[in-house]
């Protein structure tokens, strides 16, 4: 089973800063790698696929890249909506595994 | 517009088995690389695949939850059954229902399903 993990658990931010947030495979995924946004109570939505690819309805501020072995999800400049638990899932084999998440949480 | 609607129990007791039905619109699982499966998350915790079948009829499973799921789809109902048998109370969690296409991430989700396992 391909093992996503997340980095770090939970970031402080405020509103407006630029945010990073990093996601490893403990083998290689190809392209094959997503972001998904979960608020709280609601269940999660998709963002970005094949690394860096936005879902239908998704802002320009959310970007997706990779570098090695590093998959990078970026928001330009965080709005107060973007309070929420992300996480990477790898769709390469089966399990589809997904990360721990990360909490981006008001500073 | 693709939509999944889960329903099934909301409490159980341990030794139960647990039926999780998801009725979806906007897809049919006769057409090619089409999936519908099960996602679950427990309270605070991280995301776990399940199971999910696909349009020709290939199932696959959580290698650690095999032996206690079952995955079936009625074509003509446009609906996707989840069985898991001998419920435990580590299995509370969220269940939701997840739209996927071959070669894809999971793309749409159900609204979830809170599932509490308690004597």
């Known amino acids: 089973e391909i093992v996503m993990t997340q980095s770090p658990a939970t970031l402080s931010v405020s509103p407006g800063e630029r945010v990073t947030l990093s996601c490893r495979a403990s083998q290689s995924v190809s392209r094959d790698l997503a972001w998904h946004q979960q608020k709280p109570g609601q269940a999660p939505r998709l963002l970005i696929y094949?690394?860096?690819t936005r879902a239908t309805g998704i802002p320009v501020r959310f970007s997706g890249s990779v570098s090695g072995t590093e998959f990078t999800l970026t928001i330009s400049s965080l709005q107060s909506e973007d309070f929420a638990i992300y996480y990477c899932?790898?769709?390469?084999?089966?399990?589809?595994?997904f990360g721990g998440g990360t909490k981006v949480e008001i500073k | 517009q693709i939509t999944l609607r889960q329903s099934g129990p909301t409490l159980m007791e341990p030794t139960q088995t647990l039926t999780l039905t998801c009725t979806f619109s906007g897809l049919s699982l006769i057409t090619h690389g089409e999936g519908v499966g099960w996602v679950r998350q427990p309270p605070g915790k991280a995301l776990e695949w399940l199971a999910i079948?696909?349009?020709?009829?290939?199932?696959r499973y959580s290698p650690s939850l095999r032996s206690r799921l079952i995955i079936t789809k009625d074509i003509s109902r446009n609906q996707v059954v989840l069985t898991m048998t001998d419920m435990d109370v580590v299995d509370t969690a969220t269940y939701y229902c997840?739209?996927?296409?071959?070669?894809?991430?999971?793309?749409?989700w159900g609204q979830g399903t809170r599932v509490a396992v308690s004597s």
């Open positions: 079948i696909y349009w020709d009829d290939d199932e």
């Open positions: 094949d690394i860096s």
């Open positions: 899932q790898q769709y390469n084999e089966w399990p589809l595994t």
């Open positions: 997840v739209h996927r296409r071959a070669y894809s991430p999971v793309t749409n």
